[in-house]
């Protein structure tokens, strides 16, 4: 395994708006230069290295590669790539377009311009301040299309959250600061609240919530009526997710999950990371007992480490699927509580090849 380092890079954004700016001093001065100090959304000034520019016919070109530092991107090493012309009779205007590899918005709820470029607001702005500042003598008279594409990113794509998301043909240009942080838990979390936002947002009644991914794919299966966009990985982020649910009035919920995550969302985690509080296994020890689990079996439980070895010790005794039962009850039990009158929940458990084991409703 990769071991996690906590050197810092940069977004699609930032590279994006440094290959605009490189791009626009070539269109004022005639030569792209080799490198660029490029102004981020939070207010640093960055130099990247400009790998490929060229200036042709009022016509820019200029690459940048983007540099993620030692988080696990899949946008690593892509060609962030800026082509700019200029449009006579349009003073001021930048016009912002996507090219290849940018993917393009089909669905709402992403704050995008529908069948237009997948470029989120910051970075838009971002682009456009740069081009300004490095253009402004030109800008007088002229405007400024300025196409971003990245070669290849509708392969990279296919790895992303994008075709759920109903964003097709590329990537999409991102960041709000215009840094990377290594391994970052807001980035997941932000991605989380806007995957259910564009649920909401496509009238979807129910989100189906899962822990990761084969759990995503067991309840995909066990519900393929379903639209792609219903199904969300929350991960660890329990809460996030559940408030943007009731943000979003969505009122059904399904949950998928194993028996280690379940415990931790029965016993009121609102983060369910294995880092975090450990398992309560008195808790679990109890359902267990509140089963049927006889005492010796009770007591190896309380003494052991994970809600697995409790369910897998039920097994023996038949006693298993009435524990995961009794287990997923108490998850619907202790969010109802929390979330009183704002969703129906569901809760589908699969053992970790990916089979289902039992499937609970707040009704039953």
């Not at 910051?122 to 007088?140: G, H, M, T, Y």
Request: with cysteine; charged share 20%; glycine share 10%.
């Amino acid at each position: 395994m990769k071991k996690k380092g906590s050197r810092k890079g940069f977004t699609t954004g930032a590279c994006s708006a440094a290959a605009a700016r490189a791009a626009a001093i070539g269109l004022v001065s005639g030569q792209v230069p080799d490198q660029i100090e490029c102004l981020l959304p939070n207010g640093e000034r960055v130099t990247f290295t400009v790998v490929d520019g060229h200036c042709q016919d009022n016509q820019a070109h200029a690459v940048i590669i983007k540099d993620a530092g030692d988080d696990p991107d899949v946008t690593d090493k892509a060609h962030l790539t800026a082509d700019l012309k200029i449009v006579p009779g349009q003073p001021g205007q930048i016009l912002l377009v996507g090219g290849e590899g940018v993917g393009t918005v089909t669905m709402p709820g992403l704050g995008l311009e529908l069948n237009g470029p997948a470029i989120n607001p910051v970075p838009q702005k971002n682009i456009r301040k740069n081009v300004e500042e490095a253009a402004a003598s030109l800008l007088e008279e002229n405007g400024i299309e300025v196409t971003i594409s990245v070669p290849g990113g509708e392969k990279i794509a296919q790895r992303t959250l994008n075709p759920r998301l109903g964003i097709i043909g590329g990537i999409s240009i991102l960041g709000t600061s215009g840094i990377v942080h290594p391994w970052s838990t807001a980035a997941f979390r932000a991605c989380v609240v806007q995957s259910i936002e564009v649920a909401a947002r496509q009238r979807q009644k129910t989100v189906a919530l899962t822990t990761g991914g084969r759990t995503e794919k067991f309840v995909m299966r066990e519900l393929p009526d379903l639209a792609p966009a219903c199904f969300v990985q929350m991960g660890d982020f329990l809460k996030p997710a559940f408030d943007a649910v009731v943000a979003n009035k969505i009122p059904h919920v399904v949950i998928g999950g194993m028996v280690g995550k379940l415990a931790k969302m029965a016993q009121g985690e609102t983060i369910t990371h294995a880092n975090r509080n450990p398992v309560n296994m008195e808790l679990v020890a109890d359902i267990a007992a509140s089963v049927g689990a006889d005492v010796a079996i009770c007591n190896e439980i309380r003494e052991a480490k994970t809600a697995r070895f409790a369910s897998e010790r039920l097994v023996e005794t038949g006693l298993q699927e009435a524990f995961l039962k009794a287990l997923a009850k108490h998850v619907i039990t202790t969010l109802t509580e929390r979330y009183p009158g704002k969703f129906t929940l569901r809760v589908l458990v699969c053992d970790f090849e990916s089979n289902k084991l039992v499937e609970v409703t707040d009704a039953d």
